[in-house]
């Protein structure tokens, strides 16, 4: 069975701390990883796909890692607009995309 | 740029009523996904299509159905709703074979039913 799991479930970071959320993925015919942010009652907002271990890819303070069986979300010195939910999700090569999220990670920076 | 808008914003109906909602993906987008997350869940898979057609389904109850038009927006119907049919139901969309079909979501419609 597919499964997706986020870990921290919470995460409190002072201002400048720096961190890492992880997701652990168990699936059959991965084809893409995904990164979203999302904020309370809002959709989720896309950060990034990854396809293959060894891959990296940033944006301003993020930046995302893959393995075969894990990706990183490294948060490299926050703030605290930063603060929301982080959600991995793995896309499967079914022919047509559908989205496994794992529960995710709501980070929340203090000033 | 153009996002996925999807509407109403908010919506409260009473148990066994009827709701109607609408997704307009992004223009050029093929595919369309239909997501329910209730609170402090992740989002679940409920039915995409892709050009029009099915494409595939997740846990979509029998009472929920939806469709895709030739305009390529798409509305879920829901039917004799439930106490637990409350949640954020979001609306994606993406470009099959574009990079990696990465689904762009809209604000969503927060249903209550009461």
């Known amino acids: 069975e597919d499964q997706v799991t986020q870990s921290p479930e919470a995460l409190r970071l002072q201002e400048g701390e720096s961190s890492s959320l992880n997701c652990s993925y168990t699936v059959s015919g991965l084809r893409g990883l995904f990164w979203y942010r999302q904020d309370p009652g809002k959709g989720p907002e896309f950060l990034f796909t990854?396809?293959?271990a060894g891959e990296e890819k940033e944006k301003e303070r993020l930046k995302a890692t893959l393995t075969k069986k894990e990706s990183f979300l490294h948060i490299t010195a926050p703030k605290p607009e930063d603060s929301a939910t982080y959600l991995c999700?793995?896309?499967?090569?079914?022919?047509?995309?559908?989205?496994?999220f794992g529960t995710g990670t709501r980070l929340l920076v203090s000033p | 740029a153009a996002g996925v808008i999807q509407s109403p914003r908010h919506l409260i109906k009473e148990k066994r009523e009827t709701a109607t909602l609408k997704c307009y993906p992004i223009?050029?987008?093929?595919?369309v996904y239909w997501y329910q997350q209730g609170p402090g869940q992740d989002p679940q898979f409920l039915i995409s299509f892709y050009e029009k057609m099915q494409s595939d389904k997740g846990s979509i109850p029998d009472r929920f159905s939806a469709q895709q038009f030739s305009d390529y927006h798409s509305e879920l119907n829901m039917s004799s709703l439930e106490l637990g049919d409350s949640a954020l139901y979001f609306c994606?969309?993406?470009?099959?074979?574009?990079?990696?079909?990465?689904?762009?979501f809209g604000q969503g419609t927060r249903l209550t039913v009461v």
């Open positions: 994606a969309s993406s470009l099959r074979g574009q990079g990696g079909n990465e689904a762009f």
């Open positions: 999700a793995v896309g499967k090569d079914t022919g047509f995309q559908k989205l496994v």
């Open positions: 990854l396809y293959s």
């Open positions: 223009p050029r987008h093929d595919t």
